[in-house]
């Protein structure tokens, strides 16, 4: 072989490595090496992706594990993936805030990124770097799973805290953060809020929202002594402080009186600060979804379906799973998840109701559309959003005919049909170059009308 020939192509092939790591939106943030990531996605409203966002549509976050006597390989000793966004919020234009957890220091800590909405990069305004993260001493881990911007300029996290090793010790876990990603002092201890619920186990906050009143809510799920879900519902003064007026001690336990064994999948919040709530329920080896609306107070609303409950059958031997729900600006009720034979292939199931819990008539047929992608065999709802003008947005995963798993972006007109106005097909199935996984948690619409996705990639 030829000498010089093969040296130029090795520098060529070594400047195109460098120009990888070094050029943003050409590479991972940071750094190429392998690891799981921080994942935002920005797509525009056609369904293309928006290469104003780091060139290329996506933007990764790094977060360097510091695990101590381990190797540096993709999964920690423990099975756990290193690093998750869960959720996503806008500072009008300007800012994105992706929340979740890190793996730090041997154990999971509440993590949080802040991208500029200009063009994807990290916001060096926000804690030197662009991320930032909070851990509760002692704590085997802990995990955002919500976020919301206060009016009185602070970053609210939700999520849970472990502090034993037994699932009964999971409290609820608020952090206040800065606009410039430092811990608030002024908000609990050092930051950071943990609530117990007695009697309740599992306690996982999902929500978290300033209602009309100025109030932080705080919104989740537990398993109360019987084994069913619980609603769990907190409030909190601006510093952290419970409120004492709403429940007991700032504190309400909702068991939905649904029968059969009752899973809570998902909670919104509408313009009244109402609960919207959604799942499943299990009967004779089938699920069925359910619908709950509570009051600010913590009440199961009786001007919402049946006593507060609504629940609906789309077939009478598939089973249907609600996965996630959204109230649009109009204050219908959007749930989204899957329908399929038990074992079998499960497809997307999207359900509008109004808001007193009846199926929406002008939307699929009866209310309820069931989605088959022609070319994947299985799909999963993570997330579902609606934008300004009521269509709406369902985020998840596929698996393709040839097993391939791909990030999967639907929407819907208002009627309930696919909008073909969206990538020519109603649809978009993303796959990210050379990542060995990759998944989205969560989907939201900027003030743009800008589509962003939030979840993870892993490279090997």
């Known amino acids: 072989m030829d000498a010089p020939r093969t040296t130029c192509r090795f520098l060529l092939w070594f400047l195109t490595f460098l120009l990888l790591i070094v050029i943003p939106g050409c590479g991972v943030e940071e750094t190429s090496s392998a690891g799981q990531y921080f994942l935002v996605m920005r797509y525009n409203p056609d369904g293309s992706p928006d290469i104003n966002f780091d060139s290329d549509g996506i933007a990764y976050t790094f977060f360097p594990y510091t695990a ?21 919020v806008f500072a009008g234009e300007k800012r994105i805030f992706a929340a979740g957890w890190a793996l730090m220091d041997d154990k999971k800590q509440a993590a949080i990124t802040c991208y500029l909405g200009e063009d994807g990069r990290p916001d060096k305004e926000f804690d030197a770097d662009g991320k930032a993260w909070i851990d509760v001493s002692n704590a085997l881990m802990v995990e955002a799973r919500a976020i919301a911007l206060a009016p009185w300029k602070r970053i609210i996290l939700a ?18 953060f800065t606009e410039s990603g430092i811990p608030d002092q002024k908000f609990g201890r050092g930051g950071k809020v943990t609530t117990d619920f007695p009697g309740v186990r599992d306690e996982t906050a999902s929500l978290v929202a300033i209602d009309p009143g100025g109030k932080i809510v705080a919104a989740g799920t537990g398993i109360d002594s019987s084994g069913s879900s619980a609603l769990l519902l907190a ?51 089938r699920t069925r979804f359910l619908l709950a609306r509570v009051s600010s107070g913590g009440q199961l609303d009786g001007e919402f379906g049946s006593g507060g409950l609504v629940s609906y059958d789309v077939s009478e031997t598939a089973s249907e799973k609600a996965a996630r729900v959204t109230v649009d600006l109009r204050g219908r009720i959007v749930v989204a998840g899957e329908t399929g034979e038990e074992g079998g292939s499960r497809r997307l ?4 109701f109004s808001n007193k819990g009846k199926p929406d008539s002008d939307f699929g047929e009866g209310g309820i559309v069931v989605t088959d992608i022609g070319e994947t065999q299985d799909e999963m709802v993570q997330d579902v959003a609606a934008d300004a003008g009521g269509k709406i947005l369902i985020a998840g995963r596929a698996i393709t005919e040839d097993w391939k798993r791909q990030i999967l972006l639907a929407r819907y007109n208002e009627n309930g049909s696919l909008d073909d106005s969206f990538n020519e097909r109603g649809y978009v199935l993303v796959e990210i170059p050379g990542a060995a996984g990759h998944e989205v948690n969560a989907v939201r619409v900027d003030p743009a009308g800008r589509i962003v996705l939030a979840g993870w990639v892993a490279f090997m």
């Open 159 to 176: 999520g849970f805290v472990q502090q034993d090793s037994e699932p009964d010790y999971c409290d609820f876990f608020l952090a206040s």
């Open 68 to 88: 101590k006597n381990q190797k540096s390989d993709l999964i920690d000793v423990s099975g756990q993936l290193r690093a998750e966004a869960k959720a996503v």
């Open 235 to 285: 409030r909190y003064l601006s510093n952290g402080l419970p409120d004492q007026g709403f429940g007991k001690g700032g504190k309400v336990v909702v068991i939905p009186p649904a029968g059969g064994s009752f899973t809570i999948s998902d909670l919104a919040m509408d313009a009244a600060g109402k609960i919207v709530l959604t799942g499943w329920i299990s009967r004779f080896g």
């Open 349 to 352: 199931l999207v359900a509008r």
